[in-house]
């Protein structure tokens, strides 16, 4: 019975060390409006501004993630996937959890506008030139200055 109940327990551990101490996928997206503007959401979490993206469902592929988020936090709709930025898997990368985060550049369209008022309360669209300095959310200034160097980055 001992050695019953020390089995299930070790089991139950181990179950709870792979569902909770393995990262959880995400995507930051880059958004490229016609004209060349970066669009950035402001969050409400923490009041920087931010690329905007999230977790990848069960199910769910990362380029239906990237629609999906995409239309939720600005109401943009993705014309073209342009290319991976990079795999950004640093345990500190977001204060909330491990996450690896997998950041595309997207071409866009449409009107932009707050879908989702829980993580969003603000969306604006900046030259390259003129994006907010360092201190963005996690570690999405990182993110641009990668992609604005034309590089892939594994990190």
Not at 24 to 41: A, C, E, M, W
Request: with cysteine; proline share 7%.
């Amino acid at each position: 019975m001992i050695q019953s109940t020390r089995s299930l327990w070790h089991f139950g551990q181990t179950v709870l060390g792979i569902i909770f101490r393995h990262p959880i996928t995400g995507t930051s997206i880059i958004p490229v409006l016609p004209d060349g503007q970066i669009v950035l959401i402001r969050r409400k979490d923490d009041g920087r501004w931010s690329l905007p993206g999230g977790m990848v469902d069960w199910g769910e592929d990362v380029p239906h993630a990237v629609r999906r988020e995409l239309i939720e936090e600005t109401g943009l709709e993705v014309v073209k996937i342009r290319r991976l930025v990079g795999v950004y898997s640093s345990p500190d990368r977001d204060p909330r959890i491990h996450s690896i985060c997998i950041t595309v550049e997207v071409e866009v369209q449409g009107e932009m506008a707050i879908k989702d008022t829980l993580e969003v309360m603000e969306i604006q669209a900046f030259p390259p030139s003129s994006l907010p300095k360092p201190d963005m959310s996690h570690d999405h200034f990182r993110q641009l200055q990668d992609y604005l160097n034309g590089l892939t980055t594994l990190a």
